[in-house]
C-alpha cells in the first residue's frame, strides 16, 4: 500500500473516530437523562444505531471505486468504531450480572445482539432500496 494513502486513511479513521466516540458520549448522556441507569440504554442505542448505519454503509460503499477506501475509513472505522462498543456491552452485562441482576444481564445482551442483527439487516435492505437499477 502506497504510505502516503495508509496516513491519509488513518487521519480519516482518528478523525472519525473522535467523532463517534463524542457521539457516543452524548448518546448516553441523553439516554441516561431520559431513562435512568437501571440499563444501559446508551450503548444499546449507540450500538442500534451503529448498526443500522453499518448496514446501510455496507451496501451503499459497494462498487463505489477508489474514493471508497477513504468512505470506508472515515464513516466505518472511524465514525461508527467511535461510536459502537462492544467492550462496553460486555462490560455493563458483567456489571449488571454482579449486582444481581443476571437475567438484566441476559436481556442485555439478547436485545442487543438480535437488535443488532435486524438492524444490520435493515441498514442493508435500505441501500439496496436507494441504490440506481445497473
Partial sequence: MNPSLWWQQ???VMGGGALGAGLRFWIGGQMLRQFGTGFPYGTLAANFIGS????????????RGPSAL????FLVVGI???LTTFSSLMMESLMLARTGRGMVAFANLGVSLAGGLVL???GAWIALQLRPAP
Avoid: Q
Fill in 10 to 12: 488513518l487521519a480519516l
Fill in 52 to 63: 443500522l448505519v453499518g448496514g446501510f454503509l455496507l451496501v451503499w460503499l459497494e462498487n
Fill in 120 to 122: 444490520v439487516a435493515l
Fill in 70 to 73: 477513504y468512505l470506508r475509513a
Fill in 80 to 82: 461508527l468504531g467511535g
